[in-house]
């Protein structure tokens, strides 16, 4: 992961005091001249790193989003069942020991899945039955409840007028 590191704020003219102060000689014009040409050098190279960065962290942005994309699709791509086993388009031997292997995987495979299917619509079934059967066992209950409360509520009012 890229971590951005602080680049120093831009000073500008650091050497302020050297640039106004003025020349005597030839030579310190020259210098204040070099200066002068250093600091404009340092501020367009920081400039440039600040490009770069800017770049760097869209990039990396980029990268993210379609990184994220391409494991969705990964994931897309191998939920699908390939039941075909020459799918490539290129010839194979069909009595060759590694296809007749395959082959035999394969079905196996198959009436594995076919079994597992089998198992899960049994289950449901009997789910659906024991959800009837709690159902009409909670119906039953309630109406219990009811005649209670309806004997409760008699015996109540009966104790309450006496």
Known sequence: MY?????????????????NHPATT???HKLQVVL????QCKEESKHQMIGLQAASV????????????????????????????VGDGLPCMLTGDAFVAQVITHENAMEAEAREKEMRAKRR??????????????????????????IFKAQKAEWEAE
């Open 3 to 19: 971590m951005p590191q602080m680049i120093s704020l831009l000073q500008y003219k650091q050497y302020r005091e050297f640039l």
């Open 26 to 28: 030839e030579a310190e």
């Open 36 to 39: 002068l040409e250093s600091e």
């Open 58 to 85: 869209l990039q990396i942005r980029y990268c993210d989003q379609i990184h994220g994309q391409l494991a969705a699709q990964e994931d897309k791509a191998g939920r699908k069942k390939g039941t075909r086993l």
């Open 125 to 150: 079934a009997e789910h659906s039955e024991e959800l009837a059967h709690w159902k009409m066992e909670e119906i039953e209950w309630k109406e219990r409840n009811q005649a209670t409360r309806a």
